[in-house]
């Protein structure tokens, strides 16, 4: 039994929409058969694979039929959580997709599920992105203030549902825990952050996150090794699209 986590399938089976790197970057040709094929060759039906974030380009459940489909044929227990893109997903009716899609697809906001005696706790997150202002040098040299105030709220907001979460998982007695985010922990003008911060208070042993896309924005963000704990990007096109694996 391994846990193993992936992000950004941006499935559009019934879509017209679609990520721009999917019609131009190599790694986004046939990235749907060849993700399969990478799952059904590593994982087991006793394995569970975290899916973090950016599901489908559906914006409402009938366009995003076929992309469960999909998901639901992978191998083993899947669990999705929320990205900036799936429409389809209000945070406040969550209990309905479990209704709808459980127990095949269980979708992970403002609780836990648990894989041993790890809880997996998860939250959309979010980061600052820009716009920024470059020099010739192409260093940042100043940032639109309002968007970043904006984005402080939604910061704020997500924060505090993970620590609603962490908190219940450590009423029912959990001590080991793994943060899943679908953007990624810092942005590029951070070194910490209040995700970083929680992920240290409830002693978080790794953070997953996904949402950079391209060469260019592999490294937005922290990997390895980090104040005691380990943090992975484990988007789709930045893993060739075979799932990493989180626990044995």
């Known amino acids: 039994?391994?846990?193993?986590?992936?992000?950004?399938?941006?499935?559009?089976?019934?879509?017209?929409?679609?990520?721009?790197?999917?019609?131009?970057?190599?790694l986004?040709?046939?990235?749907?058969?060849?993700?399969?094929?990478?799952?059904?060759?590593?994982?087991?039906?006793?394995?569970?694979?975290?899916?973090?974030?950016d599901?489908?380009?559906g914006k409402n459940l009938t366009e995003c039929e076929a992309d469960f489909d999909y998901i639901r044929r992978l191998p083993g227990r899947k669990i999705l959580t929320r990205g900036n893109h799936d429409m389809f997903w209000d945070a406040g009716k969550t209990k309905l997709l479990n209704e709808l899609y459980?127990?095949?697809?269980?979708?992970?906001?403002?609780?836990?599920?648990?894989?041993?005696?790890?809880?997996?706790?998860?939250?959309?997150?979010?980061?600052?992105?820009?716009?920024?202002?470059?020099?010739?040098?192409?260093?940042i040299i100043a940032y639109e203030k309002e968007t970043f105030e904006h984005a402080r709220k939604l910061v704020d907001r997500e924060a505090r549902r993970l620590v609603k979460s962490f908190e219940a998982a450590k009423a029912d007695g959990y001590e080991r825990t793994i943060l899943f985010l679908h953007y990624p922990p810092t942005n590029i003008l951070e070194e910490e952050s209040v995700f970083t911060e929680i992920a240290e208070r409830y002693n978080a042993e790794q953070v997953i996150y996904a949402h950079c896309h391209g060469k260019s924005r592999f490294h937005d963000s922290i990997e390895g090794d980090f104040k005691g704990r380990t943090y992975h990007l484990v988007s789709g096109d930045y893993l060739s699209w075979i799932p990493l694996k989180i626990l044995d």
């Open 55 to 57: 599901h489908s380009w």
């Open 28 to 53: 986004w040709k046939n990235h749907e058969k060849r993700f399969q094929e990478n799952c059904r060759n590593l994982l087991s039906e006793e394995d569970t694979l975290v899916l973090v974030g």
């Open 102 to 139: 459980g127990p095949e697809l269980c979708f992970l906001q403002d609780s836990y599920e648990t894989y041993g005696e790890y809880a997996l706790i998860a939250s959309k997150g979010f980061t600052f992105e820009g716009p920024f202002y470059l020099n010739q040098k192409r260093e």
């Open 1 to 26: 039994m391994s846990l193993y986590a992936i992000g950004d399938l941006h499935l559009h089976f019934s879509s017209t929409l679609r990520a721009k790197n999917q019609l131009s970057d190599p």
